[in-house]
Every structure is written in structure tokens, then in C-alpha cells.
């Protein structure tokens, strides 16, 4: 098995950083990319919360830096199992291309002690996330899928 401590996701996204930022800290924009949760980040807190309301997570917000970087820690308590499991970190950086595109690099880390929280993110996990992301951002179109 491949070590999965720390993985990275870089995206290409047709839109402002300032489209992104308000895509990735807005309740009302991540519920239709991010499997239907409420993901709030504000300069001090990170909540995000399921389609009928249930803790998913939160935790303290590390960085706050609209519209290029933010850092959070990530706790998945969408499943027992996975909630047991120390906390870890996500973090987004936005970059401005200069050509109207920013590319978005997302890494998430401090999994070591979290093998299935780290499990369940990889790959498919955050790559749903992030096609959502851009379908929405690039089209307007909703992507909501199901933890």
C-alpha cells in the first residue's frame, strides 16, 4: 500500500481566485459540490455539516489568507469509525494564473495517525470534491454526491 500521510490535488479552474475563495468558505456554494455539506471557514473556525444537519466535522482554521490560502483542521466525523481518529489538516492554495484561471492545490496532511481517514480522502475522495468544484465553478452546474 502506498503511503498516504500526505496527498496533494492540484486543479485548473476557469475563475477568479476570489470565485474560488467564496466557492470553497460559502455553506451555500460547497453544498453543491461537496457531497451536499454545509462547509463553512471563517478566520477562525471550519465547520462543515451533512445535508440534514449533522456534525461532519470542525475543527480551528490555521491560515486565513482570502483570496489565496487557507488552512484547516479536518476531523471526518461523517462516520464512527473515522471520527475516532485524530484530527488532521487541509490546505488551499489558490493560485492566480494570469490567463482568467487560478490553479487550485489542495493538500491534505498530518494523516499518519489517521490510516482510514487518509483511506477514505484519497484519490476518489477528494477527486469527487474537486470535479465537483470546477464543474460548478466553470458551468454553474451542481455536483452533489453522497459521502
Same mark, same amino acid.
Given at each position: 500500500? =502506498?503511503?498516504?500521510?500526505?496527498?496533494?490535488?492540484?486543479?485548473?479552474?476557469?475563475?477568479?481566485? #476570489?470565485?474560488?475563495?467564496e466557492?470553497?468558505?460559502?455553506p451555500d456554494r460547497t453544498r453543491l459540490y461537496f457531497h451536499g455539506a454545509h462547509v463553512e471557514n471563517t478566520a477562525e473556525?471550519?465547520?462543515?455539516?451533512?445535508?440534514d444537519g449533522a456534525d461532519w466535522g470542525d475543527?480551528?482554521?490555521?491560515?486565513?489568507?482570502?483570496?489565496r490560502r487557507l488552512v484547516h483542521e479536518w476531523? =471526518?466525523?461523517y462516520d464512527p469509525e473515522l471520527a475516532k481518529e485524530p484530527p488532521s489538516r487541509v490546505t488551499w #492554495?489558490?493560485?492566480?494564473?494570469?490567463?482568467?484561471?487560478?490553479r487550485l492545490t489542495v493538500v491534505h496532511d498530518?494523516?499518519?495517525d489517521s490510516p482510514r481517514t487518509a483511506r477514505?480522502?484519497?484519490g476518489p475522495g477528494w477527486g469527487t470534491v474537486l470535479d465537483g468544484l470546477k464543474t460548478l465553478l466553470e458551468t454553474g452546474a451542481p455536483s452533489v454526491s453522497a459521502p
Open positions: 500500500m =502506498s503511503d498516504l500521510s500526505t496527498q496533494l490535488y492540484q486543479v485548473l479552474l476557469r475563475a477568479t481566485p #476570489e470565485q474560488v475563495w466557492a470553497i468558505t460559502s473556525w471550519h465547520t462543515s455539516r451533512g445535508p475543527g480551528p482554521v490555521l491560515e486565513f489568507d482570502p483570496p476531523r =471526518s466525523a #492554495e489558490i493560485e492566480d494564473t494570469g490567463d482568467g484561471s487560478c498530518r494523516l499518519d477514505s480522502v484519497s
